[in-house]
């Protein structure tokens, strides 16, 4: 620390360390918060630290929350109390409509207070209402990836023209999606992934149809797309086709959901409990609740290694032949 900023050593750091147990942050988040940035032992924590602190306690924020947020971007305290946050929480809650949907926001991406709203989200905005973006979808985008709105204009204006190219109407949440999703990568990060499914049996019009149908198919990594496009080929007997067709089931954990209830389907299979035309993403695409009442509740009676199963405590060996869409 002393190495980053010396003048630490001359500070009243007792009176910094009360001033944020005083406020309910741990003995942990202390320690993260002042190793990522020493300079706050430099501070008049009256007159600098505690104020944005008690800012952020107006909005609703919990001091769980605070500590969270601080201790991840401890640099909004660096930033102008009246010049930044403030202006920047209130053109927040004036596009968002409410203190309650700003402070939501704020706990879901604690980077958001180090951005100049005013500068950046307004203009953004008005980019998404001259492409004829309801104002409700614009709040939507914004709460389900506050990056989209955050971008340079430019990259703004390029991912909505790329989204609607691709047949995207700009009333719909699937338009919202594509959007943010577009938004979370660079163009070349794209172009990797797009080419990545294009080495595994997709064509270039197979990709974007997954892509039209759930836009977040996209939002997987090159080494996590290899992976479960291998596993339904090469373990399922999938054609990619029939994963285009489905292409929600790439968003599904392997370890925890995908591989669990292939190993049930395995069991009930091999002792005749289910024929091989089971639509086998039907079943991948059940909710827990819906899967446990449907498939375990009715069979682990008969076949009770299926439990065990369920729990990932079976090795799935893969399918002989494969399943129907």
């Given at each position: 620390?002393?190495?980053?900023?010396?003048?630490?050593?001359?500070?009243?750091?007792?009176?910094?360390?009360?001033?944020?147990?005083?406020?309910?942050?741990?003995?942990?988040?202390?320690?993260?918060?002042?190793?990522?940035?020493?300079?706050?032992?430099?501070?008049?924590?009256?007159?600098?630290?505690?104020?944005?602190?008690?800012?952020?306690?107006?909005?609703?924020?919990?001091?769980?929350?605070?500590?969270?947020?601080?201790?991840?971007?401890?640099?909004?305290?660096?930033?102008?109390?009246?010049?930044?946050?403030?202006?920047?929480?209130?053109?927040?809650?004036?596009?968002?409509?409410?203190?309650?949907?700003?402070?939501?926001?704020?706990?879901?991406?604690?980077?958001?207070?180090?951005?100049?709203?005013?500068?950046?989200?307004?203009?953004?905005?008005?980019?998404?209402?001259?492409?004829?973006?309801?104002?409700?979808?614009?709040?939507?985008?914004?709460?389900?990836?506050?990056?989209?709105?955050?971008?340079?204009?430019?990259?703004?204006?390029?991912?909505?023209?790329?989204?609607?190219?691709?047949?995207?109407?700009?009333?719909?949440?699937?338009?919202?999606?594509?959007?943010?999703?577009?938004?979370?990568?660079?163009?070349?990060?794209?172009?990797?992934?797009?080419?990545?499914?294009?080495?595994?049996?997709?064509?270039?019009?197979?990709?974007?149809?997954?892509?039209?149908?759930?836009?977040?198919?996209?939002?997987?990594?090159?080494?996590?797309?290899?992976?479960?496009m291998s596993f339904f080929m090469n373990k399922?007997?999938?054609?990619?086709?029939?994963?285009?067709?489905?292409?929600?089931?790439?968003?599904?954990?392997?370890?925890?959901?995908?591989?669990?209830?292939?190993?049930?389907?395995?069991?009930?299979?091999?002792?005749?409990?289910?024929?091989?035309?089971?639509?086998?993403?039907?079943?991948?695409?059940?909710?827990?609740?819906?899967?446990?009442?449907?498939?375990?509740?009715?069979?682990?009676?008969?076949?009770?290694?299926?439990?065990?199963?369920?729990?990932?405590?079976?090795?799935?060996?893969?399918?002989?032949?494969?399943?129907?869409?």
């Amino acid at each position: 620390m002393l190495s980053k900023h010396p003048r630490v050593i001359e500070s009243d750091a007792q009176t910094v360390f009360d001033l944020f147990r005083s406020h309910g942050f741990s003995e942990k988040d202390i320690k993260t918060l002042t190793m990522r940035l020493p300079k706050l032992f430099i501070y008049h924590v009256k007159k600098t630290i505690n104020p944005k602190i008690e800012f952020l306690k107006s909005l609703g924020l919990s001091e769980l929350h605070i500590a969270k947020l601080l201790s991840n971007e401890p640099y909004v305290l660096t930033r102008s109390l009246e010049n930044h946050i403030i202006p920047s929480v209130q053109a927040l809650v004036r596009f968002l409509g409410s203190d309650v949907s700003a402070s939501k926001a704020i706990k879901g991406c604690h980077r958001m207070l180090e951005f100049n709203f005013e500068k950046v989200l307004d203009p953004n905005v008005s980019i998404f209402r001259s492409h004829g973006v309801p104002e409700s979808l614009i709040v939507k985008t914004f709460l389900i990836n506050p990056r989209t709105l955050l971008l340079k204009g430019s990259r703004v204006s390029e991912i909505i023209g790329d989204v609607k190219e691709l047949g995207f109407d700009p009333n719909t949440v699937l338009f919202a999606l594509a959007v943010c999703t577009m938004a979370r990568m660079s163009k070349a990060c794209w172009e990797r992934k797009l080419e990545t499914y294009r080495s595994l049996g997709l064509s270039k019009d197979e990709i974007y149809s997954a892509f039209r149908k759930q836009p977040m198919c996209m939002i997987n990594s090159v080494k996590k797309i290899h992976k479960l496009m291998s596993f339904f080929m090469n373990k399922l007997n999938m054609k990619p086709s029939m994963i285009s067709k489905n292409p929600g089931i790439l968003l599904f954990s392997l370890e925890k959901r995908i591989i669990p209830r292939c190993s049930v389907l395995q069991l009930l299979l091999s002792q005749g409990f289910i024929k091989e035309d089971v639509k086998f993403p039907y079943v991948l695409k059940m909710t827990d609740k819906n899967f446990r009442q449907r498939i375990l509740s009715k069979y682990e009676a008969v076949v009770p290694e299926i439990v065990k199963a369920y729990k990932g405590k079976t090795e799935f060996q893969g399918f002989s032949s494969s399943f129907n869409v």
